[in-house]
């Protein structure tokens, strides 16, 4: 069984530009949540969606948004991108409340 | 005041040694919670849940203390392959669903 897939692995980009992260949760899976990690911290909660709907948002500017599809695939979109938003993006999905979360490899994005 | 705090750490350990991880969280509503490990520029993966009975994994006892709000992970005869940080997690569950992460502890285990 494919764990949690995320794509890409690692980005480059400049301040003022666009990002779109995607991420396919495990199989069954119809939670999806989306971290941000910056170096020598704990991930940070950005967004939860279950079965298609937003069930969680954490306190990160509107700038951050989400998605998730009939597949319960999800996309994080970045606009405007800082400086400070280059971290580890990482998706993680879950069965559901209670079960864990299994965590996919992430995506390393550095703005410059 | 952070939502979930651990130890700072880092733990130097030699090989064989029993080490504790403690972790204070201050939302009374957190419903369930987890220590995950996470290796040097990799993902965090689920070490185990945390039950207020106290549960056990070979080497692994993790223990949650709801009166106190305190969840502890235990290690005993520590491996070279145990070197990694620790995460103490609560989930809220509810409407929000989320994880709250503290900011880990750092284990090395020494030969």
């Known amino acids: 069984d494919a764990g949690v897939t995320q794509s890409p692995t690692h980005l480059i980009k400049t301040r003022g530009q666009q990002v779109t992260l995607r991420c396919s949760p495990i199989s069954g899976h119809k939670s999806v949540s989306w971290y941000q990690q910056v170096l020598g911290q704990g991930p940070q909660f950005i967004f939860q969606y279950y079965e298609k709907e937003e069930r969680g948002r954490g306190n990160f500017p509107d700038r951050f948004s989400a998605r998730q599809f009939p597949n319960y695939s999800s996309e994080l979109n970045v606009n405007a991108l800082l400086l400070g938003d280059s971290a580890l993006y990482l998706c993680a999905s879950s069965f559901g409340q209670g079960y864990g979360y299994t965590f996919g490899s992430g995506t390393r994005l550095t703005v410059v | 005041r952070k939502e979930v705090e651990q130890d700072p750490g880092p733990f130097n350990v030699p090989e064989g040694a029993t080490v504790a991880f403690n972790c204070t969280y201050s939302?009374?509503?957190?419903?369930?919670f987890f220590w995950y490990r996470q290796d040097c520029r990799k993902e965090p993966k689920l070490l185990m849940s945390v039950y207020s009975s106290g549960n056990e994994d070979g080497r692994f006892t993790a223990q949650l203390n709801r009166a106190s709000q305190y969840i502890s992970l235990l290690i005993r005869d520590s491996k070279l392959s145990d070197s990694a940080t620790y995460l103490c997690?609560?989930?809220?569950?509810?409407?929000?669903?989320?994880?709250?992460f503290g900011k880990g502890t750092k284990l090395s285990v020494k030969p």
């Open positions: 939302n009374s509503a957190s419903q369930s």
């Open positions: 997690v609560a989930d809220y569950g509810g409407s929000q669903g989320n994880l709250i």
